[in-house]
C-alpha cells in the first residue's frame, strides 16, 4: 500500500471494502476485449490487495456472491450501470470503456466507504471527447508542471519502463478520460520527429498502454514539420507537396498505432509555425490535417490560444481578450467535420478569475471543445491549495444566451481537454491535495451537472480517509480554497499581478508594460480594464446581447469581473457598501487570515490523515501562508502607495 | 588582420606606424627574463606585421635607428620611460614588468597615430595591485557575462588551447594590469576543486602564459572547501584542522605555481559560506587564509560585499547601502598585511549612479582596493553604449575627508579590481566599443590622474582609426554615453528599476517588494530613499563629517543623488528652477532623443571606421534605441499614474 502512489485507487486502505469481498470472490465476465481485460484486471487486483487471492472465474451468474461484467449497447458510449443485490453486483456498460468506468467507479465509491445502497448507479458521459493534454517535453521536462519530471519523456525519446504509464492510465480511465495527447503543444525540435519512423515505433507502445484502458492517443504536431522533417520549402496548407506529405506521415502513424486519436496543433500563437505564414486561415489549415487523418477516423484538435504576443502597451485600444473570438468566429462553419477547436475556458489565460470565452456558443456551426488547466499555473502551482472543480464549473454552467436563454457553455461543446497537473513525484501532483483537481476534472467533464463539493467528498475519501467527519473537514477545505487563493490575489477579475515568467508570486506591475496584453492600469485614481462597447475596447460585444448588456453596464457586472470589464476609481461603491480601495484591503488581509486557517484546519486532522498527505500537504500550507502575506502586503501597499487611502479599520498597511 | 579580435593591438591597422619601421628594424635587449621575451615578441610581432620582416637582433645601440629595451631600476615597480630620438626608441623599465608596459605603450600610441615628438613618455603606475576578476564559470558560463562563453573553462575544465589566453594577457599587460583572478567568485562545486591535485596541473598552465605577462594569477576560493574537498565536518577558520587544510593547500598549489597570487574570497554574502556560520568574523577568516598564503608571498583579497539578502522590504529602517561599512569598519587594524579588502565603488551594486562606498578612507590602517565593474551589468550589458571611464574615475576622484580635505578615494588604496567584460566574442567584448572599457580601466587604475577624453581617444585612435575627426566623433560619443544612459534609466541615484535578475530593461517595481534591499519607495507624493541621519536610515552618518553634512542637507546634496539620499515630494524644486517630476519627464524624453542621435552620428561615420566594427556597433544602437524607448514611456508612464502630474512641455505620455 502506498496511498501517495495510489491516489485515489486505494483500495483496502481501511476497513470500508470490506462488505464487497464475497461479491469479488467470484467474477463473472459475460463480455470480451482489451479494455474489458483491463475491468477484469482491476478487479483481480482489488480483490488481490483486500484478501490475498484471485477471484474465482465463473461462466454464469450465481445466486451467492458475484461480480458480473457485461455490455449492454442502450447505455451508449462510455454509459454503465452498477447494480447491488444481496446476490451480486453487476457492471453493464453501453461498451467496452462503459464496462471499465463502472468498475472504476464501482471501486473508488466502495473503497471511500459510500454504503452498498448508494452504489446503483446509472450514468453516461454528457461530452463524446474528454481528454488530458500533457505538456511534456522530450527531455523530460514539463512545462508549468509542478509535480516532477514527465512520465513519458526522457533525454529525447519516450520512455521505456510502462509500469507507471499504466498506472496513469489506471488513473485517467477510472474518471473517464478516454483520450490523451502525450506531448507539448509547443512543439520543439525533437517532439517534430515524433511522427517519424525512428520514434513511432516507441510512440506505439505507450499508444497500445493506452488504449488498454479505452484512452487514444494523440501527438501535438508542428505545423511546419514538412518543412523541418522533409525539407520542404513551405508549409502551406494548400501546397499539394504538403498536404502529400501530411497524409503519407498519416498512413505511417496509422500503420503503427490503429488506434490514434490525432493531431493537436498550436498554430500562429505565442511564435508557433502556422498557416498565417502563407497567407491561409485557421481553418485551411487545420482542414488539410483533418483530411489527411479522415481515412483514419482521426481528428485534428485546434487551440484557439492565437493572439498577439507583442501588443505595445501603450495602445490602451488592443485587447488580448478580444483575439480568440476575433481570429475564429468569421470561420464558423468553416471547418471539417474531424476539428475539433478548442478554446480556454476564459480569453486571457488560465486566471483565476476571468469572464467566459465569447466563442462559446457563437460558433454554432463547429465542433468546440473547452480547455481546462489542472496543472495550476497561475494558481498556486501546487503549493497554494486550489482546487479548481467550482472554477470550471461556472464556465460549463455559465449561459451564453447565445439562440436564446438556457445555452450553457456545457450544450455548445463536444468535450473538454484538460492541461494534465501530472510528474515523476510519487503523488503525481506534487501537492497530494492536487488529486483533487486531476479527479474532478475527469468527472466533472463526465458529467458537468455534479457539484464541486460532491466530486471533493468522492475524491477524499477514496484517496485519503473513508472517515466522513474528516472526509468533511478536507473537503470544505477544498471547496473554499479557490475563493481564499482569489482573495489574496489580483482583486476583481483583473487578473495578472504575478512575477514575471514563474507565475506564483505577486508582481503587481510584472506584466503591466509587457508585450503580453495583460494590464491593469492602475493609477493613483482607479484601475481596471475598461472593455466595454461605450469607452473601452468594445470586447463587452463579442457576447450575445444579453450577456453584453449584462457586462457593459457596471451595475450590472457581476463584482467578481468588475475590474475585468471596468476601469474604476478606488472610491467607486460596490454593493456591500464598501469602496473599491477599501473592498481590496478587506479582501487581503481576510485571505491571508484564511491561508493561516487552512494550516490550522490541516494541523488538526494530523492524526486522521496518512502521514505522507499529512506532511506534504503541511509543508504546502505554510510556503501558502507566506505566499498570502506576501500578496497580502504587496498588493495593500501598492495601492495605498497609488490611492493614498487608508484602510478604514486601520490595519496595518506599509508605506 | 583581424581588427574586433586584435582590439587596441591592431598594429598596421593603416600607415600611422610607418616612420616606426627605421627603428624596430633593429632591436637591442639589454635586459632579459620570461617578460622581457614577451616584450620582443610583442615588438617583433609589429615589425613582423609592418614589415613582413622580423627585427635585427643588435647586442649594442647603433646611431642609425634601433629600438633599446633596459631596464632602470629608478623607475619603479612596472614604472617605464620611452624615449624617441632620430637614432632610437629607448625603453626603458623599472623592472620587466616596466619594460612590457612602454613597449606595449609606444606600439598603441603610435598605431593610434600619435606623432613622434609626443611619444617620449615617463610614466609609473599609482598602485602596487591592478587586478582582473572573471566571472567565470568551470562550466563555460561567465556570470553576468555579455561577450559569449569564458574563454577559460570548458565543460568543467581549464581550456587547453592557450592562444587565446595568450593574447588576452597581451591585451591586459598592455595597458599594465599584473594580477587576474580566473573564475567567478561565486565559487560553485566544481569550481571548489580548482584548488586540488586533479586540476592544478591545468590551471598552472594558464597561470603560466600570465606570468610570461608579468600577471599573477588568483583562484576565488571556496570558504567551505575543508569540508567540501576533505570532508571536515567545520570550515571553522580556528579550527586547527581547517588551518592545517589550507596550509597543506596553499603548499601544494605553490608547488604547481610559484608565481600563483593568492585567493579570492566572497564569503558571508548572498548565501555564500564564510566565518559567520562559525561566529567568527571577517578578519578571522580573511587572516587565516592569509597565514597560510603569507609563506609563499600569496595574498588574500577579501570582498566587502556583504549584505543582507533577504531583507524584509516592509521595513524602511534597514538600509543594505550600510551593510559594507557596519561589517567591515569595526575590523580597521584587525587584518594581516597579506590582506586586502576589495571594496565596491558604490555601496550598493554597481549602479548607473551611486555615492562612493563610505569605507573609503574610513579604514586607515586596513589594505583596501577599489572594485568597478567593467562588464556592463547593470549598465545597458554591452548593447546600450556605456563608457564607464568617467564614473570609475569619479569614484577614484571623490574626497573622502578622512582626515582632512583632499584624502581622495586614489589616495586610500592600495589598487583596484575590475570585473571583466570579456568572452569567446571574436571582439572580446560583445560590443566592440566595450572594449574602451576594458582598456579605459587598465590605463585609469594605471594614472587616475588621466582624463576620461584622453584614455577614450587613446582607444579610438589604436582600437579603430587613427584619423583624427572620426576619433573625435567616436570619442564624444563614448564620452557622452553614461549620461545618456543614465538620463533614461533610474533618475537621480535612485538606481535599480531593472528586470529582476536579467538585470537590462526597465521594471520600475522590479525589486520593490522584493527581498533585496532595493527600493525607490515611490507613491503618489514623491518617491527616493530616505538615508539621512534626521529622518532616515542615518546611512550619511557613515561618512566623514564634512560628506555627512553634504549629503544629510537635501540642499547640499549633489542633485545627481538627491534620489540616493532623500524621499522627495515630486513638486521639490530642482536647481535648475524645473520640479523633480519634470525633471524625469525631461530626462527620458531627452535621454530616448539622445540615444537615436547615436545612432545617427554612428552611420554618419559608415564609411570611415571598419565594416565589422561598423555593423556589430550598429546593431547594438539600434536595440540601444528599442530599450531607451521603452525606459522613457515606462518610467514617464509610471510616474504620470502615480503623480497625476502632466508634463508643462505636452509631450506624449502615455495614460
Redesign the interface.
Known sequence: MDMLYDCWLAYGKDDSMKWTEKYLSRLCVLCSGRVISSAVKELEAAFGRLTGNIPERISQPLSEGCFILRINDSLGAGGYDISVSDESITVMGGDENGVLYGVFRFLILASGGYPPESLSITEKPCFPLRMIDQWDNADGTVERGYSGASIFFEKGRPVSDMKRLTDYARLLSSVGINAICINNVNVHRTETFFITEGLLPDIAKIAGIFADYGIKLYLSVNFAAPMEIDGLSTADPLDERVKSRWKCTADNIYRHIPEFGGFLVKADSENRPGPHTYGRDHAEGANMLAAALKPFGGNVIWRCFVYNCHVD??D?TTDRAKAAYDNFKPLDGKFADNVYLQIKNGPMDFQIREAVSPLFGAMPDTNCLCEFQITQEYTGQQIDLCYLVPMWKECLDFDTYHGGEGSLVSRNILGAAGVSNVGSDRCWTGDPLAGANLYGYGRLVFDPALSAEKIAMEWVRAAITADEETAEVICKMLVSSRDIYESYTSPLGVGWMVTPHYHYG?????YE?SPWGTYH?????GMGADRTKATGTGYTAQYAPHNEEMYENVSACPEELLLFFHHLPYTYMLSSGKTLIQHIYDSHFEGAEKAEELLMRWRSLKERVPEEYYREAELRFEKQIENSR?WR??IN??Y?????IDDIRGRKI??
Chains 1, 2 share one sequence.
Not at 505577486?506 to 510584472?510: M, R
Not at 495605498?640 to 493614498?644: C, D, F, Q
Open positions: 502597451w501603450r490602451r505577486v508582481d503587481v506591475d510584472g508594460y492600469y492602475s493609477d493613483r485614481n506576501q502586503d504587496v501597499t501598492y495605498y502607495r497609488k490611492s493614498g506599509f508605506r
